[in-house]
């Protein structure tokens, strides 16, 4: 059977790094405020210099790199942000042209908020399983630094800029332990768009816009929405919970994570958390800590792991992958 077969993994972070103690001297908060309510600790916020498609670019060299391909061999990148560098083109084709991937491939954008990746991996695996393209670059980068209010608590002491990347590659696979994706299913429910949303767009105000969200209507849906979708694939992969060597989640807020991998009655010591240090990256999120945990090397070949995520929209999903 053909599956996609995870290569390699990349992140990037900017340069300057946010503490909780730091932000208070900005906003009416405290660290052990925003501890206690979200377990972050620190954020990292992108200088004028870096982009979108600059974080992009340097997560996906070093899944190059640790993948031990050269970026001509790269047909297909599909990059999942809420805040590309412009309107179009994609920050993809921005990417493409620095990485110096094939010229004539295909490279485009998705949005889906937080569960921007997650949707991302689902379409290349669909494009690399179809026969469009042999070797994938799928990547997770975001600013949301650009789009926050700095004046509202409640929302931005929670996000943070980064990048994440995988590469895969269409591989044929047999046996009982197959490697590549085993699993994804998305989802989405445009009836709460006001509950995490950001209030502008060249349609609408002709402006980007600031994000809003109300926390607690998208933290009880997140726990429901999130066990459910697990729940799903784990079915469809013809596995059990407990057959899972890692839960690696979108880090938007510990309790979240906590909440969910006890729905799942996943011990937390399988469930790979970087949110104290990152905050919430969106569609960043879920590929920054997939390669953190890669290279601590606590996620080994032959592991069983996990993906999943929910964001604006509202949209969700989940992924399995064997390592």
């Known amino acids: 059977m053909l599956r996609s077969v995870l290569l390699g993994t990349g992140s990037a972070l900017p340069r300057t790094a946010v503490s909780n103690a730091q932000l208070a001297e900005r906003v009416d908060t405290s660290d052990e405020w925003i501890v206690e309510r979200t377990g972050i ?57 620095r990485l110096g991937c094939r010229p004539g491939g295909i490279a485009f954008d998705v949005a889906a908020v937080c569960s921007g990746f997650l949707y991302a991996v689902g379409v290349a695996d669909s494009m690399l399983r179809a026969g469009m393209a042999k070797r994938a670059l799928v990547i997770g980068s975001e ?47 445009g009836a709460h768009n006001q509950l995490l949303y950001v209030d502008g767009g060249p349609s609408t105000t002709g402006t980007v816009g600031k994000l809003r969200m109300k926390g607690r209507e998208v933290f009880r849906h997140a726990v429901v929405n999130l066990s459910d ?39 937390r010591e399988k469930v790979v958390m970087t949110v104290g240090q990152h905050a919430n990256t969106s569609a960043a999120s879920v590929p ?19 993906l999943e995520a929910m964001g604006g929209g509202f949209t969700w999903g989940a992924s399995l992958i064997r390592i």
């Open 288 to 306: 920054l800590a997939l390669d953190q945990a890669v290279r601590d090397g606590r996620i080994k070949p032959g592991d069983l792991v996990m």
């Open 41 to 97: 600790s620190n954020r990292h916020v992108a200088e004028p210099d870096e982009t979108t498609s600059s974080l992009a670019t340097d997560a996906g060299r070093r899944a190059l790199d640790a993948a031990g391909i050269d970026a001509s061999s790269i047909d297909l990148i599909v990059l999942a942000t809420a805040t590309p560098d412009q309107t179009f083109p994609a920050s993809a084709t921005i990417v493409q042209s």
């Open 229 to 267: 979708v697990l729940r799903e694939v784990v079915e469809d992969a013809g596995i059990t919970a407990s057959d899972i060597d890692w839960l690696v989640p979108h880090q938007a807020n510990a309790r979240i994570l906590e909440a969910t991998a006890k729905k799942l009655d996943l011990p």
């Open 143 to 189: 600013t949301f630094s650009r789009i926050l209010d700095w004046e509202d608590r409640t929302t931005c002491v929670l996000f943070g800029d980064g990048a994440g990347a995988v590469v895969l590659e269409a591989q044929e696979q047999d046996g009982d332990s197959p490697r590549g994706i085993l699993s994804t299913r998305l989802h989405s429910d």
